[in-house]
């Protein structure tokens, strides 16, 4: 089968469409033929290489896939051949103390599929091998390209907000990233429980994105003051929620944006780590730091029913054959893109 294949870090140039051996399916797996994978950060990451992680080579990424069912284990019962199916790309023993309390993520084999997993084994391929527990059928209303541009950011995102953060109508949202992957999803379930989003973009095209999804507020950081704009908005008071994944870059305003006792959830640090924190304000403030990762099956499928609603939408920047994921890594990197990148094998 063809894959997007890197044997080494390195910039875009390291990834290679190459023919490698199909998956072998054991008796719990399920063999998928992807019609579309998602692009997300985490390509970026692996790709790149992280200090203190272990890339699995020959790595082929991809989190996010919705394909057909081609083959099933022996002891697969939930599922059979040409069933329309996205994945939960959450990776879990499933028999442990934490999987069997729905704390799938405190697994201590805990992985995301395509990023820790390999060698070559991820959604950007023409065939993929999953666990059929992490397979879940598609919603009727989805096309291929819509259903693999959902699962990752949209499980991330509920986990963040739902979960973690506990939104409650009324609730000012400040969210980094507005128009990106997690951003477009963060803003539909601001809404979905009645909060109000304040969107942050840097391009005119975000920012009429963002406001169709149903952003009243909404703030370019290109040329406007971000936090004077939150005060302006909040009336001072500040921002019940800090919806953060950029990291170093953004940090200090998010603190600063936060109203005392807010709560600030933080998923990703996509221009750096090293993000100080005053603790005089923390006590002070009586603010709420909240780490959140990735999310569980239970969260992927209670957010789906918003989906099968139409009160969440799938939104996709653009759609490119597999062969181009260089071309679509670039434009994740360079902050391009609108919603989701799909390649299609
Ligand atoms: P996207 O690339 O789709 O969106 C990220 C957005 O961040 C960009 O659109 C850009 O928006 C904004 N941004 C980038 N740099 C800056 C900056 N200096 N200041 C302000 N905003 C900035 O990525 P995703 O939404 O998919 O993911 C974002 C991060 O979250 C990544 O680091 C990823 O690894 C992490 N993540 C973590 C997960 C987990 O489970 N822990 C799951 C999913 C993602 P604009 O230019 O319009 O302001």
């Known amino acids: 089968m063809k894959a997007m294949v890197f044997r080494d870090h390195g910039e875009v140039d390291q990834l290679h469409l190459e023919e490698i051996p199909e998956p072998t399916i054991g008796p719990n797996d ?55 199916v996205l994945v939960h790309p959450g990776l879990s023993c499933r028999v442990c103390e934490a999987c069997t309390s729905g ?29 059929a ?63 109000r989003p304040i969107a942050v973009v840097s391009s005119d095209e975000k920012a009429a994105l963002v406001r169709s999804l149903g952003a009243e507020h909404v703030i370019d950081r290109r040329t406007e003051d971000v936090l004077a704009r939150v005060r302006e908005i909040t009336g001072r008071r ?24 807010g709560t600030i959830v933080v998923c990703g640090a996509t221009t750096g780590f090293d993000a100080p924190t005053d603790l005089r304000f923390l006590w002070n403030k009586q603010q709420n730091h909240l780490g959140s990762h990735l999310g569980t099956k239970a969260e992927l499928l209670a957010a789906l029913r918003f989906v099968e609603s139409g009160q969440i939408r799938p939104v996709i920047d653009q759609v490119l054959p597999l062969a181009d994921a260089a071309q679509a890594q670039t434009r994740m990197e360079s902050d391009q893109a609108a919603g989701k990148l799909i390649l299609v094998p």
């Not at 890339?55 to 896939?65: E, F, K, L, N």
């Not at 799938?104 to 999953?130: M, S, V, Y």
């Not at 527990?133 to 950011?153: G, K, R, Y």
């Open 30 to 84: 399920c063999l998928i033929r992807v019609r579309a994978a998602g692009c997300n950060y985490n390509d970026i990451w692996a790709r790149r290489g992280l200090p203190g992680m272990k890339i699995i080579m020959p790595h082929v990424s991809g989190s996010d896939a919705a394909g057909e069912v081609v083959g099933v284990g022996s002891e697969v019962a939930s599922v059979k051949a040409g069933d329309r």
């Open 133 to 195: 527990v992490n397979l879940i059928p598609m919603p009727a209303n989805l096309s291929f390209e819509q259903a693999a541009s959902l699962p990752l950011v949209l499980e991330t995102a509920w986990r963040m907000l739902v979960t973690r953060a506990r939104i409650a109508p009324g609730d000012f949202v400040l969210i980094w990233g507005g128009a990106g992957g997690l951003g477009v999803m963060a803003v539909q379930i601001c809404l979905l429980f009645n909060a």
């Open 238 to 261: 500040g921002v019940d929620i800090a919806f953060e994944h950029v990291g170093e870059a953004t940090w200090a305003q998010s603190l600063q944006s936060l109203k005392w006792g």
């Open 103 to 131: 704390n799938e993520l405190f697994c201590r084999e805990f992985k995301i599929w395509g990023f820790q997993t390999g060698p070559n084994d991820g959604a950007h391929a023409e065939l993929a091998k999953l666990p």
